[in-house]
């Protein structure tokens, strides 16, 4: 049973508009991550934060922006959507440190701009 | 360097085993992961490794792990179709980050 969440599951949108997608998890997790996901490629992490008030880019360069105001919502922002935004992205959460249980995945949310 | 490479396709008959290959670059790495993702859902944690191990089973699932060569292996025992997903390699970068490979698209036929 997941005990992170990601909404919306599907996204359509036209492209110049502003779309948050929402991840919320209930386990206390202090870190938390958002990769974006292509078919056939790495999953490329794009944000991640440490706790509350801490954000960081990762590794791939995204024109989105997350924000961690509570534990338990790391929600991420495209001011503009564009069509080169359309991904799969999935947000996950983590123990203090690494551990046998590893990330934590929500289901996704699928974003399509057109 | 943070590359997890993977083979992207695998075809099985169902009932014959499954063997997933991966090759990792960091030596230091404390973990190892095999995640699976069945269509239109996230990665699931399948199993782990400590890098101080050799070999670990878990019912159907096989993981071995070859720290020389870097190279992880994760075998499916009698393959169902139910098994049909991808599934990821992962290695833990450092305390709070995994690094992920491209996926292996397993699909069992009858």
């Known amino acids: 049973e997941a005990d992170i969440y990601q909404t919306p599951r599907y996204l359509v949108i036209g492209t110049g508009k502003k779309i948050t997608l929402e991840c919320s998890q209930t386990m206390g997790h202090d870190k938390m991550y958002w990769y974006q996901q292509d078919p056939g490629m790495e999953l490329h992490l794009i944000h991640y934060s440490y706790g509350v008030n801490s954000t960081e880019k990762g590794d791939l360069s995204s024109e989105s922006t997350v924000s961690r105001i509570r534990t338990e919502h790391f929600p991420l922002t495209l001011e503009s959507a564009r069509p080169s935004h359309t991904s799969q992205y999935l947000c996950a959460s983590s123990d203090y440190r690494a551990t046998s249980n590893g990330y934590t995945f929500g289901s996704g949310t699928r974003l399509t701009v057109v | 360097g943070e590359d997890v490479e993977q083979s992207l396709f695998l075809s099985v008959r169902e009932g014959d085993s499954s063997v997933i290959n991966c090759t990792y670059t960091?030596?230091?790495?404390?973990?190892l992961y095999w995640y699976k993702q069945e269509p239109g859902a996230g990665l699931q944690l399948l199993t782990y490794i400590f890098s101080n191990m050799d070999m670990k089973q878990d019912q159907r699932l096989t993981v071995l792990l070859n720290k020389k060569d870097k190279h992880l292996s994760l075998r499916i025992a009698d393959t169902q179709t139910g098994d049909s997903a991808i599934y990821f390699c992962a290695e833990s970068i450092d305390d709070y980050k995994l690094s992920f490979g491209a996926g292996t698209t397993v699909t069992v036929r009858a």
């Open positions: 960091d030596s230091s790495s404390t973990y």
